[in-house]
């Protein structure tokens, strides 16, 4: 049967088990064809984002969502703006609603989706979250199943070569090290940092120094009182 793609095979996309993976984007994940033996190998990073005034990084509770990040975030809205217009959802929002109809599909869902995408930022405030992780994968591979493997599935399971090679692929999963990296962003100019550079600055063109200060303070004191 035809499908909407011209190519065969799967998309994988790795993902928290609590986070909405970004796969739901069509062309995000790695895909993997048939015939093929496949290493995916994963490194995890943790990321931490600063908040205003050095970030613009937020979190926010959502409405039908667990954990929040970005996709999860547009998932929510994207949720609340088609119950609100067509009193139903698509099967794979989150929330207690009724699944639309094949009718509520065509008439109102999928117009509403693309009004909702061409209305996005009026409708959603999506900020990155402060904290968050992500994993990268580094994928080789190879060709399934090898000559005798192929003619084992033949005498076992009747199933030959070329249906085996136009039907099958197999991917293993691994972390590359027992490790994941964190990356962390830092002010590059604090308000101590500030206040030092100030003092600083002062005592090298004005010889002023605490001392000073409270040598200054002194004689205003005794001057008032």
Do not use: W
Request: charged share 20%; proline share 6%; hydrophobic share 35%.
């Amino acid at each position: 049967m035809p499908g909407p793609r011209d190519s065969v095979g799967i998309k994988v996309a790795l993902h928290h088990q609590n986070d909405i993976p970004k796969g739901m984007s069509k062309d995000l994940g790695f895909a993997l064809s048939p015939g093929t033996y496949n290493l995916a190998e994963v490194t995890m990073s943790q990321i931490t984002n600063q908040p205003m005034p050095y970030g613009k990084c937020a979190t926010k509770q959502l409405k039908h969502v667990e954990m929040y990040s970005v996709m999860a975030c547009i998932l929510d809205c994207q949720t609340d703006y088609v119950v609100e217009k067509c009193h139903c959802k698509d099967a794979f929002m989150p929330g207690d609603f009724p699944v639309c109809s094949p009718y509520q599909l065509q008439t109102c869902l999928n117009p509403m989706m693309e009004s909702f995408i061409s209305s996005f930022e009026t409708n959603c405030s999506c900020p990155v979250p402060c904290e968050r992780t992500e994993y990268s994968t580094m994928l080789s591979s190879g060709i399934f199943p090898a000559r005798h493997v192929a003619m084992a599935l033949d005498k076992e399971l009747n199933m030959s070569m070329d249906y085996s090679r136009n039907n099958l692929l197999e991917l293993i999963v691994y972390f590359e090290e027992l490790k994941y990296t964190r990356i962390t962003q830092q002010p590059a100019y604090s308000l101590e940092s500030l206040l030092s550079d100030i003092g600083g600055s002062m005592g090298l063109f004005m010889g002023v120094s605490i001392l000073t200060l409270f040598e200054l303070m002194d004689v205003l004191l005794r001057t008032v009182y």
